[in-house]
């Protein structure tokens, strides 16, 4: 079946650095979704990706979609404690299918 | 409503006890979707709705668990004969549309804990 990879699956900031975390699909995606869940919170939506290549960005979040469609990045700059989280990736391979979701990416930020 | 509303938020149940989970969607949205959310790790898909209708159930078990959601009323997940392993954060989530890649919008979970 679909998987769907994060790493790494923490991940230890010093605040003010940048990061990214990675996402990594066994099988081509229709599309792939980013969220985020902080600490006893729910996942929040942040974003859809869904042409080849394809870059977004919201202020210090880029978000990436590999040309292939199988995996995407999310690259934060200048770290705040406000983006402790984790960061989940959640695939589609077709429209109507299911999301699949990643394992997260567990951020800690270190004042 | 606005947001997905999840009840209870914890549920506590001896093992072999009967669990019931409830999800009002957010009004106007058209899928439901229940994933089970262990230790914080990953979201295993369970099942999801369009309207009353089962859309897609590869992620349920066969035994112990079903769930519906019936017009003007919750929807809802049950687990029959709760074991330990049943642990979990149950999330909830409503969309638009499955097929128009639209956002999953999460509700706040119910803690399921077994004893």
């Known amino acids: 079946g679909q998987q769907v990879m994060q790493i790494p699956q923490y991940q230890h900031v010093q605040e003010g650095e940048d990061f990214t975390t990675y996402c990594n699909s066994s099988?081509?995606?229709?599309?792939i979704q980013w969220y985020k869940q902080r600490p006893g919170g729910h996942p929040v939506f942040l974003i859809q990706?869904?042409?080849?290549?394809e870059v977004k960005k919201q202020k210090r979040l880029t978000f990436q979609f590999g040309e292939a469609k199988k995996n995407s990045s999310l690259h934060i700059t200048a770290t705040q404690t406000t983006d402790v989280g984790t960061y989940f990736c959640a695939g589609r391979k077709a429209a109507g299918n299911k999301l699949t979701f990643g394992g997260g990416t567990r951020v800690l930020v270190k004042p | 409503g606005e947001e997905v509303a999840q009840t209870p938020k914890h549920l506590v149940r001896g093992e072999g006890q009967k669990a019931k989970l409830y999800c009002a969607p957010i009004?106007?949205?058209?899928?439901v979707f229940w994933y089970q959310q262990v230790l914080k790790n990953e979201f295993k898909f369970l099942i999801s709705f369009q309207n009353e209708n089962v859309f897609d159930e590869t992620g349920m078990p066969k035994e112990r668990f079903s769930a519906k959601c019936l017009p003007n009323s919750p929807c809802s997940l049950e687990i029959q004969a709760t074991k330990l392993e049943d642990s979990a954060v149950y999330f909830c989530?409503?969309?638009?549309?499955?097929?128009?890649?639209?956002?999953?919008?999460f509700g706040d979970g119910t803690r399921l804990s077994i004893l």
């Open positions: 099988t081509t995606l229709s599309n």
């Open positions: 990706l869904v042409k080849s290549g």
């Open positions: 009004k106007g949205h058209s899928y």
């Open positions: 989530a409503s969309s638009q549309s499955e097929s128009q890649n639209q956002p999953q919008h």
